[in-house]
């Protein structure tokens, strides 16, 4: 099927049934195209709403993480003084820096201790 503009053409070159069924056709793919347009917008719309629900839970999930890290900070804060003392004299000064174990445990708490202030 050609595409006619002219409606005077299109009735010159085709017999009227031809015509109407053309019309018929055209009509069709326009309510076709509507109702595939429609399923979209829906489809997209639950993709949406799944997403907002989704940043809703993460949001969750943040907040309680934040919550766990910020009493995580509160237990190395407590703890904070004593590892201080612990490792302030000379000669445990001297083992500290010779126990990889200690010094990794001393970063971690520091790097835990700085979570929370990165979060907010």
């Known amino acids: 099927m050609t595409t006619m503009t002219n409606i005077d053409d299109l009735l010159r070159n085709y017999p009227v ?3 109407i069924q053309i019309q018929q056709k055209l009509k ?3 309510v076709k195209k509507q109702n595939d347009l429609k399923e979209l917008i829906r489809e997209r719309h639950k993709e949406l709403f799944r997403a ?3 940043f809703d839970e993460l949001g969750f999930f943040v907040s309680e993480l934040k919550q ?4 995580m900070n509160s237990i190395v804060s407590q ?3 004593i590892l201080k003392d612990t ?3 000379s000669n445990d ?3 500290t820096l010779s126990n990889p174990k200690q010094l990794l445990f001393i970063e971690i708490l520091k790097y835990l201790k700085a979570i929370p202030l990165q979060l907010d």
Request: negative net charge; glycine residues 0%.
């Open 52 to 54: 907002t629900d989704s």
């Open 93 to 95: 000064e001297e083992n």
């Open 28 to 30: 069709n793919d326009v």
């Open 17 to 19: 049934k031809e015509v």
């Open 68 to 71: 766990s890290l910020r009493t």
């Open 79 to 81: 703890q904070d003084p």
């Open 87 to 89: 490792f302030s004299s």
